[in-house]
Structures are given as C-alpha cells and as structure tokens.
C-alpha cells in the first residue's frame, strides 16, 4: 500500500469511528487559538482625580507621565457636591508592561502649545506611596503652581 493511502485511511478510521471526538477536539483547539491570540499584551489601570478647574480638557486627552504617552483621558463630569474640585477626570493608563504609580504621585494639567490642547501629568518625582490601585484616586495640584 502506498503512504499517502495509508495515511487517508488512518484519517479515515479516525473520522469514521469518532467523528464527534474529532470534531470537539477541533473546536477546543480553535477556542484555545482564539484566547491566546485575543489575550490583551497590555496592563490597564483606570483612576480618577479632582481638579478645581478642568481648564478645557476633553475625553480622549493624552496622560503621560516623565513625557511619556501613558494613557487617556476616559471621562469628564462635574460633581457639584464636591465644592473644592468639583471637576472628576477618569483616566485610563495603557501600556505593554505593569506600571506602578505610586499612590502620593500628583496630577496636573498642562497645555500642549496650542490652545485648547491639554493634557494630564502625572508626576511622580517627589512620591514614594505605594502603588495606587486600579480604581484608585491621585491627588492634583493646579496648573500654575511649579
């Protein structure tokens, strides 16, 4: 007998004996396929942060932080129940790897140059808390304060 007969009448046997098996084997196989291949190659952190004034930033702002694009501003809205800062800011930081922020690091809003163009910073150089937790808050400082 020939291989290449051979082999079709292994797959043959196979199939016809199992279909079943073959086919919920297949499927698994697919699944696990698509999971590694759907599985995110980024760490996400979503925080918040009140400012006093929100000095014309938008959803879809950048967030960096030592200069580097580290995230997104995600969502804006006022809470006058919060007298002092009533401006909430949702953040999400997305990167390739485990960003620990730590938990005492301050926000600041900055202009890119043009107007209307701002972005958050967060600055971390004179923290040492512990990393903030995803949902967690940072404190702000004005803009115009160094």
């Not at 698509?34 to 702002?61: I, S």
């Not at 967030?63 to 580290?70: F, H, K, S």
């Amino acid at each position: 007998m020939e291989p290449e007969i051979e082999q079709r009448d292994w797959l043959s046997r196979i199939l016809g004996k199992h279909p079943s098996l073959t086919i919920a084997a297949m499927a698994v196989a697919g699944v696990v396929l698509v999971v590694a291949l759907a599985k995110p190659n980024h760490h996400t952190l979503e925080l918040k942060c009140y400012f006093k004034d929100a000095q014309g930033l938008r959803a879809g702002a950048k967030v960096r932080m030592a200069g580097v694009e580290i995230g997104t501003v995600t969502g804006i809205r006022v809470r006058p129940e919060l007298r002092e800062n009533p401006a909430e800011v949702s953040i999400t930081l997305q990167t390739p790897y485990e960003l620990k922020v730590p938990s005492d690091s301050v926000v600041r809003l900055r202009s890119a140059g043009s107007p209307g163009d701002v972005f958050a910073e967060i600055d971390m150089q004179n923290a040492s808390g512990p990393p903030v937790a995803n949902g967690g808050v940072l404190k702000t400082m004005p803009a115009n304060n160094p």
